[in-house]
């Protein structure tokens, strides 16, 4: 479904700010896979996630979704294919802009966009149908603006505006870290259902390693640009925090030692 | 006075589709475009030249809107393809239409008088069916001196502008039109839903300055020339509009947003008519009236704000101490 090969990135090579974001990551997630990925600030999560959804284009390697390689495809061409969750709950919604305006222009994803009105009573209908299963009484406020909402309601709208046209690959990045506790807990089992309901390939980037943990059924963690753990599904059934952090500790230690090795 | 109102409403009918055309820009795309300035002298050379050269003044208004689509997506490549900075675009097609509006005319002015416009042909059959009669009875049944020559200018004016707005009223709810908005709003999420932006900015910015290309060729055909110079300051013209048609009449939908418009259009003209009946102020003032009247549209609505919020926190504090007095009286009676 989707596959990483060899995919190294730098920015600003052979200056100063020369940083290694990706280097030699591999990766291969089957349909219907939920991927959740851990690792520390500047692991080069984000980036990872910008590389499959076309934003960024890397140094080398390539990104195939299907088998098809889409490493050069426009970002707003494999948009098509990928629904994107911000961590900002302002940067998926159009806030000047009605909750069915926004419904509509998701909608659209797939589609040609053409000069028939984009809220006809039909799709109405269907939107409708569709914030319900949020249970958050959004179907009420279709012509609200999507400005006027709290940070929590609008990123549930992203959430389903980014899936409800069932894209092939669903990427979520820290999409809850700007909520409060129990709003963060709300989208968190909107998405497990969301993913669930449409089966979707996903891969979710969190630092809440519990999470991590609860959702999904593969795990990576990531460290200065490469992968250092892979949790398969029956592994991650018992894993637990304290394990993981043992992982990482003994990993680090041993990347440490070899790093010493090589530099003698 | 009225025979000056009348005109300033009769031209600021006109001078809305231009101010349409400002806020597809500036407010919908939120891409301050200048290239107004010269594609509103575009439209006006493009249908002068074919209507001097016999064209039918339809044909020739229709050349006129074509000629500035393709100018503002000129200007919409040269910001996506190019990356060159919105404004500056604009100032460089500006300057380029310039010549090229020259090159359009082959000479600085063309006048039109005696040429059949699209108001020509139109007012000759109003008057013949002597129209304009119970207009001009109803203005003496009201005790106003004078009357206009014609009404029709005016309504086949309001009837184009009228179509325009519709238009774009509609334009703006159909998926691109819904997706132009976005980019305008928040062009990283609208990307994420697989339109491709940099398409909707050049066919956006095209319609824009289609709308004023237009405003151009019917402005030039109701004066009977077209100038070179005419298009000086044309974009704090629009802006001026929908400042004040925004701050007048508000912008809840879009619709009430772009009546607002052709409302800020027809006041700013008359405004500025009335402004030049003043004694000391004559033509050339023009520009410094402009853009005074910018200038108070622009500082006025914050300044009303803040002395609201400021009689507003007054009331508060004097609601305070006095519930406070009265809990002090209370204090005082019981003890
Ligand atoms: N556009 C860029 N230009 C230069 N360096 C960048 C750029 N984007 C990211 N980086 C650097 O690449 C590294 C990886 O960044 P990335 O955003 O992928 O980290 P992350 O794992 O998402 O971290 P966080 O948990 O803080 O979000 C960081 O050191 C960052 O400073
Ligand atoms: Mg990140």
Known sequence: MLQLNQVFLTFNEGTMDEKKAL?????????GDFLTIIGSNGAGKSTLMNIISGSLVPDTGNVLIDGSPV????EYKRAQLIGRVFQDPMAGTAPSMTIEENLAMAWSRNKKRGLKPGVS??????????????NLGLEDRLTAKVGLLSGGERQALSLLMATFTEPKILLLDEHTAALDPSRAELITSLTAEIVDKFQLTTLMVTHNM???LDLGNRLIMMDKGQIIFDVDETEKQNLTIEKLLNEFQRIRGEKMASDKAVLG | MFISIFGAFESGIIYALMALGVYLSFRVLDFPDLTVDGSFVTGAATAAILIMNGQSPFVATIAAVIAGFLAGCITGILHTKGKINPLLSGILMMIALYSINLRIMGQSNIPLLGKTTIFTSITSAWENANLSAPFNSVVSALGIPGTPKTWAILFFSLIITLIIKFITDYFLKTEMGLAI???????KMIRSFSANTDILIIIG???????????????????????????IGMIIIGLASVIIGEALFGTKTIARTTLAVIGGAVIYRIVVSLALRVDFLETGDMKLITAVIVIAALVTPKILDSQRERRRRLRKKAEVELAALEEGEKRNAAT
Do not use: C, P, W, Y
């Open chain 1, 121 to 134: 009573k039909k799709r109405k209908e269907l939107f409708k149908e569709h914030l319900e299963s949020l």
């Open chain 1, 23 to 31: 280097q030699d990551v591999h990766l291969d997630l089957k349909r």
């Open chain 1, 210 to 212: 519990q999470q991590a």
């Open chain 2, 181 to 187: 908005r976005a980019t305008g709003d928040n062009e």
């Open chain 1, 71 to 74: 490493t050069h495809l426009q």
């Open chain 2, 205 to 231: 910015l095209g319609i824009s300055n289609a709308f004023v290309a237009l405003s151009g060729a019917m402005i030039a055909q109701h004066g009977g020339f077209a100038d070179v110079g005419m298009g």
